[in-house]
């Protein structure tokens, strides 16, 4: 008797753009798999040296955007065994699928950020203030483009650039790139939609940004079409979710370990936002202040770093919270998640939602305003506009000009980056712009910085 499919089943698709054999003996899922070939990629490990939140960071306890995207995907892993069992309980889910939903956020929560510029958000801000300068100075190239591929530039985003990658910029033998499956692909683009159709103020989630550039459209409509999508991929809502619990309190340790943030500020700041008639009765239970100063207290007087201490445990009780919320409002709303209906936020409409924001709200507020971030980041800003400035003149001309610096800036640009444009593209005002955008986003922090350096004669090594 032929077993009868699961709603959810359809989703964990293992298509791939290219067949990949497997070995007789490979005993992993095809999200596992996946999994390795991001661990063993040069993308994956440039991620050591690129900014989560503290630029230029010389210290080995605050984030980058490595240890970052391995905290989300562990969170993601843990999100999805618990929604798989759930799942499988309420008979959405076949047994025979158990492994593959937590394969699956494990793997894109490795590389969720992989597309983003030197320098944290900030460096997504340069490459579009860039842009926006260069079309308005240079009309004529502007029209060149299409509108659709102006607004990439001009609406330039770090996730939109890791969905290119992924497709295109990881060359291992053709223009399938890293050649990961559709699902773990799906899973990647939070926003269905290309750049006319998004960055639409007030038309709701899905429209608020973008999900890919109009190089790689026709590859989001081919997994599209895998999984008949009538708007986000499933599992996309669970990867955004375990995104932000990853830095709702990392963000906060962070800076109390830099002495950005003390205990009487963080209370404060906590009693200000939770002391709220929002607050849920989950969230009433949880006490998470009075836990905080309980635990806190308790700690030794003699103990050198209490306040480190009683955030780490913070962040424990914090994490478990919000990831119970998550997978409870995933799972009541798994119908209309299925059917692409669902168009909120996951954590934004559960039972944390206000521990959410209170936690977010903190970390904007009282981390990123700082004064020695905001020093750092004018440095990116300099930095990013600097090279852009030079790069783009020597890629518009191939680097073929009278002016010897075209060249010379033209194979500065990485080989594997320049291969692909001369090999798999038109060669269009559009691939050529890309081509530099390639290069500073593949940056990291450190190296950017450095090219800023030698290019002005500042550094002879």
């Known amino acids: 008797m032929a077993k009868t499919e699961k709603k959810f089943d359809v989703f964990l698709s293992a298509k791939r753009f290219r067949e990949s054999q497997v070995a007789d003996h490979d005993y992993r899922n095809p999200f596992e798999n996946d999994f390795t070939r991001v661990i063993f990629s040069s993308a994956f490990r ?29 969170l993601g892993r843990s999100i999805g065994l618990s929604v ?6 309420q008979e959405d889910l076949s047994e025979d699928k158990m492994g593959c939903i937590p ?18 958000h900030f460096g997504e801000d340069s490459i579009r203030w860039f842009y926006r300068k260069f079309f308005e100075e240079n009309p004529k190239i502007a029209d060149e483009l299409s509108e659709q591929e102006k607004n990439d530039f001009l609406f330039f985003d770090g996730n939109v650039q890791t969905f290119r990658v992924l497709r295109k910029l990881h060359f291992v033998k053709d223009r399938d790139g890293m050649n990961l499956t559709h699902a773990v692909l799906a899973t990647l683009v939070k926003y269905p939609v290309n750049s006319l159709e998004g960055n639409q103020k007030n038309s709701g989630l899905l429209r608020k940004k973008f999900g890919f550039f109009a190089s790689e459209e026709t590859d989001y409509r081919a997994i599209k079409k895998t999984f008949d999508l009538k708007g986000r991929f499933p599992l996309t809502p669970l990867l955004e979710a375990a995104d932000d619990i ?18 009487d500020i963080l209370i404060e700041a906590l009693q200000n936002r939770l002391f709220d008639i929002l607050i849920t009765p989950e969230e009433i239970k949880l006490n998470l202040i009075n836990q905080f100063m309980a635990f806190y207290d308790g700690v030794p007087s003699s103990y050198k770093n209490k306040l480190e201490l009683a955030v780490q445990h913070l962040r424990v009780v914090v994490q478990r919270f919000l990831i119970d919320a998550a997978v409870e409002e995933y799972c009541k709303n798994i119908d209309g998640i299925i059917e692409g209906e669902y168009e909120l936020d996951l954590l934004q409409n559960s039972f944390g939602a206000t521990t959410a924001k209170a936690l977010k709200e903190i970390g904007v507020e009282k981390v990123f305003r700082h004064k020695s971030i905001l020093e750092n980041e004018i440095i990116g800003f300099n930095t990013i506009n600097y090279l852009l400035g030079q790069l783009i003149p020597a890629v518009l001309e191939d680097g073929k000009n009278e002016n010897p610096l075209y060249s010379r800036f033209y194979e500065m640009i990485s080989t594997n980056y320049r291969f692909i444009y001369e090999n798999f593209s038109k060669h269009s005002t559009y691939n050529k712009l890309q081509l ?17 350096h030698k290019w002005q004669g500042l550094l002879s090594k």
């Open 46 to 74: 440039r991620l050591q040296d690129k900014t989560q939140v503290f630029q230029l960071d010389k210290g080995d306890f605050v984030r980058t955007r490595l240890t970052h995207s391995l905290e989300v995907s562990s």
């Open 84 to 89: 798989e069992k759930r799942l499988i309980e």
């Open 103 to 120: 394969s699956i956020l494990a793997t894109a929560g490795l590389i969720h950020d992989l597309g983003n510029p030197p320098f944290g």
């Open 246 to 263: 990853a830095y709702s309190v990392a963000d906060i340790e962070d800076a109390c370990k830099k002495g950005i943030l003390t205990k």
């Open 436 to 452: 530099a955008a390639d290069y500073i986003c593949g940056m990291t922090d450190n190296f950017a910085l450095k090219s800023y």
